[in-house]
């Protein structure tokens, strides 16, 4: 399985904006599943001028709570391991099957991805992914799942600051001052938040290195 490393570098001169008393900034990862980035995979105060962040393709899949803006999210159920080309049943009893290879080709659309059969009543679907050496929550479907659900998790991820979201607050959109980090071809990659015009202390932009 690809282990990957993002290095997330601040300027000090950054830090006194992003660390204020009473308006404390989270440094926020987020990992890209299908088209979305839906939920904070990691996101709290705990920075400094060199961060790592260290992710495997490791996914879990479980069935969680209904999808809202800001919420946390929540399991539901005891989530079970998954890999790409797999298949995980949720019983009618509310309990995940241990999952298994896809039985066939028209069950899975894509080789890099892997399914969910609910065979329960409607549920949202979460994802698992591993970061820092723990599993958290990547992805929750925002409608609920009846049937069957492909997910594709991609090695992408959004980094920006936020004093409202943190580690598994769902979002409904990109931060407006965001980048985007795509690990393609790559094992490792390293970004930079610094100061974005000298007349305006405070104003950041992200540099990739």
Not at 57 to 74: D, I
Not at 98 to 104: G, S
Not at 113 to 142: E, H, M, T
């Amino acid at each position: 399985m690809g282990e990957f490393i993002l290095n997330v570098e601040i300027d000090d001169i950054m830090m006194p904006y992003l660390k204020q008393t009473g308006n404390m900034y989270n440094l926020c990862v987020a990992k890209k599943v299908g088209t979305d980035y839906n939920v904070v995979w990691s996101g709290n105060t705990q920075y400094l001028a060199k961060n790592k962040f260290q992710f495997e393709e490791q996914y879990q899949v479980f069935g969680g709570n209904k999808f809202g803006s800001g919420a946390l999210v929540e399991a539901q159920t005891e989530p079970v391991n998954i890999a790409f080309g797999e298949v995980a049943v949720l019983q009618d009893t509310g309990v995940f099957q241990p999952a298994k290879d896809a039985d066939n080709k028209k069950e899975l659309v894509d080789s890099a991805s892997f399914a969910v059969n609910n065979d329960y009543q409607a549920i949202c679907i979460g994802v698992n992914g591993k970061i820092n050496g723990k599993f958290l929550p990547i992805y929750l479907s925002r409608q609920l799942v009846t049937g069957s659900i492909e997910l594709q998790p991609k090695v992408e991820v959004m980094v920006w600051f936020s004093n409202k979201e943190r580690t598994s607050s769902m979002i409904m959109k990109a931060a407006a001052l965001s980048t985007t980090v795509d690990f393609t071809g790559h094992t490792t990659r390293t970004i930079r938040y610094t100061q974005a015009d000298p007349d305006h202390p405070g104003k950041g932009k992200w540099i990739k290195l």
